[in-house]
T-cell receptor, first 113, second 113 residues
């Protein structure tokens, strides 16, 4: 079974721009969660989508948004980029049922100049 | 306020010996705990998990112990191998927030030949 895939793997943007990241979950998984990893803050939860609905949300500003499609693929959008948004963005998929395990993709490295 | 803490940023162990990585948590609502291994510029790889109804779970060389009264869990790797060298993250989730994993800051394990 193919793992979680994320595109693109690397991105360079400038302040004020917006960016869209994509995540394709493991086949059969209906839940996709997004995380931001930075050296100072570690891995922080952004939001989770299950069956096209946002089910959980972390403490990030409204500039960070997401959506999920009927095939469970998910996109994350960051508008009005700031230097502090430079990070590794990770998505993880799971069945979304009960206490199940999240499996992570390789991440998208975003650099904001 | 960190809900999941890994107080040792690094650990060095000789090949063949036991590696013990520790994790403490503060939220008594956490009912599912996971350990992930991560290499730089890659997504975390799932290692092992434990539900709060158990106090031990084994998978090959990896064993996780959970002490609910102390709000403490540990990962034992026996025997340690050089390929185990990576950053290990402890994560926890609460019922109703399955898609939201709370991560510790990680412990960098170095296994020396």
């Amino acid at each position: 079974k193919a793992g979680v895939t994320q595109t693109p793997r690397y991105l360079i943007k400038t302040r004020g721009q917006q960016v869209t990241l994509s995540c394709s979950p493991i086949s059969g998984h209906r839940s996709v969660s997004w995380y931001q990893q930075t050296p100072g803050q570690g891995l922080q939860f952004l939001f989770e989508y299950f069956s096209e609905t946002q089910r959980n949300k972390g403490n990030f500003p409204g500039r960070f948004s997401g959506r999920q499609f009927s095939n469970s693929r998910s996109e994350m959008n960051v508008s009005t980029l700031e230097l502090g948004d430079s990070a590794l963005y990770l998505c993880a998929s799971s069945t979304g049922q009960g206490t199940d395990t999240q499996y992570f993709g390789p991440g998208t490295r975003l650099t904001v100049l | 306020d960190q809900q999941v803490k890994q107080n040792s940023p690094s650990l060095s162990v000789q090949e063949g010996r036991i590696s013990i990585l520790n994790c403490d948590y503060t939220n008594s609502m956490f009912d599912y705990f996971l350990w992930y291994k991560k290499y730089p510029a890659e997504g975390p790889t799932f290692l092992i998990s434990i539900s709060s109804i158990k106090d031990k779970n084994e998978d090959g060389r990896f064993t996780v112990f959970l002490n609910k009264s102390a709000k403490h869990l540990s990962l034992h790797i026996v025997p340690s191998q050089p390929g185990d060298s990576a950053v290990y993250f402890c994560a926890a989730s609460a019922e109703g927030s399955q898609g939201n994993l709370i991560f510790g800051k990680g412990t960098k394990l170095s296994v020396k030949p």
